[in-house]
């Protein structure tokens, strides 16, 4: 049973408002619309009834209210308990990610697990922000668990996340902007670049060897986000993940590259470890956040 529903449907009637409840709680507009729906699919009966006063329950709905409150707080009672005998109770978890990953799924992630287990404590190392220092962290056991971009250089056991989108990035008065999408490299030709530096860049000298293009480097820089800055500023074209240019407001302009290119996200750690029970609940939680934003961008 998905209890998140039955919590999102308090939510609406506590605040007789369904695009605020949907971004109290992280959903959009039509996602928030879609759970409500299924809902009165599943019961066959009206949950909500909307006018010019607002969202409130249904007549038919309300003797299901003391139900599902029962229901929820059984649910957080039978986590409490499961919680205490896995020893969830205390410790700390080690975690390596890179920037766009502290920009984008960790903040959900980190307070959704804090909020399970307060006396956890996280800790986040990002090092140099590198594929390849998130690697030499877990190798060398600064972290439980990492980050990574498959394939991995060493050997580790690794979760398949989701693939991120690598987008095409231009000032909003290029030339390129009206270009018909996806674009070629080759129309890149001539165009300053600005460049990851060397241990970010991966991704895209790989594209650039697989397509047979030498880029016009005008400037190389580690951060990801002044790259976007830059090229938000005319400076020139960069290519930059979906996490990060989907992580702040820009005016830059993205365009879909030839091919349709992506990094493969996953998380990983030591082969022949078991990973530890933070971990593990971690995980989870990681894998439920980012299919709700899969389910949510449909």
Known sequence: ???????????????GNLTKAAESMGYSQSGASHIIKTMENELGIR???RGHFGIRVASEAEPLLPAIRNLIANEEKIRDISNSIAGLESGT??????VSICLSWLPAVAGRFHTLYPNIKLEILSGSGSYEDMEQLLQEGFVDIS??????????????LANDPLHLVLPPNHPLVHVPEPIPYSMLSGHPMLM???GNNDDITRLFVQHNFVPTIALTMQDDLSLLALAENGLGYT??????????????????LEDDPFRALGIASRFGEERSLHATAFIRILQEYISSQKEHST
């Open 196 to 198: 990851p530096t060397e």
């Open 47 to 49: 949950l909500l009834i």
């Open 239 to 256: 290519i930059l993940p979906g996490l990060i240019v989907n992580a702040r407001p820009h005016h830059a302009i993205l365009r879909r």
């Open 147 to 160: 980050f990574v971009r498959a394939p991995v250089i060493n050997h580790f056991e690794v979760t398949p």
């Open 1 to 15: 049973m998905d209890i998140e529903k039955y919590k999102f449907f308090l939510k609406v009637v506590e605040l």
């Open 93 to 98: 978890l080690r975690i390596g990610a890179f």
